[in-house]
């Protein structure tokens, strides 16, 4: 067991009807990109590799690299034309490094960064594991910080619509629980 409970990848993660959702609505963000077709090279994916990474390089038709490095305090190296980063900056101590990082490794000027997080919520319903919720405000903040404008946005929720009338606190995150999703290129 990884004895950092911000980078676990578990049979348990893996067998989630949510990851399994929002996967599939990743890639359906994705394919709307304009950098289908274009040569990428070579990806890279922040974080353990998921059944999304092998989508990803079906779909870039290029292979991916996977991180194994301390996000927050770490350097990422090599050159890639695109970088993706699902559901890990809410992870971070230290978001504005890890983009930092990321614009450093992106090659060419036609290069993205896709990646997703949860939009914030109301504490009561926050996940013990995110340190950083943000709004869109807060993440359009932290990107242009970083050197990063968004090409595209968007957002979708990851629960079955029955999931939410199993109790109060499923009701609410109707109300509050949604991804939002970015295309960004570096400025």
Excluded at 66 to 81: F, Q, V, W
Excluded at 98 to 124: E, T, W
Aim: charged share 25%.
């Amino acid at each position: 067991m990884n004895a950092d409970p911000r980078n676990e990848i578990d049979r348990d993660y893996l067998g989630e009807e949510a990851h399994h959702l929002r996967w599939r609505k990743t890639m359906e963000f994705i394919q709307t990109s304009p950098m289908k077709g274009m040569p990428v090279g070579r990806g890279l994916d922040l974080g353990d590799r998921t059944p999304l990474t092998g989508s990803l390089e079906e779909f870039f038709r290029c292979p991916f690299d996977n991180t194994s490095n301390d996000l927050d305090t770490g350097t990422l190296e090599g050159r890639y034309g695109v970088v993706t980063a699902f559901e890990v900056f809410e992870h971070l101590f230290n978001p504005l490094h890890a983009l930092l990082q990321v614009g450093k490794v992106l090659d060419g000027k036609d290069a993205r960064l896709f990646l997703s997080m949860p939009l914030r919520k109301p504490g009561f319903l926050a996940s013990p594991g995110h340190f950083h919720e943000m709004s869109r405000r807060e993440a359009g903040m932290l990107f242009r910080r970083a050197g990063f404008v968004v090409v595209k946005s968007g957002e979708f929720r990851i629960r079955r619509p029955m999931f939410y009338l199993t109790g109060i606190k499923p009701l609410m995150r109707a109300f509050y629980e949604k991804v939002q999703i970015y295309e960004l290129t570096r400025t």
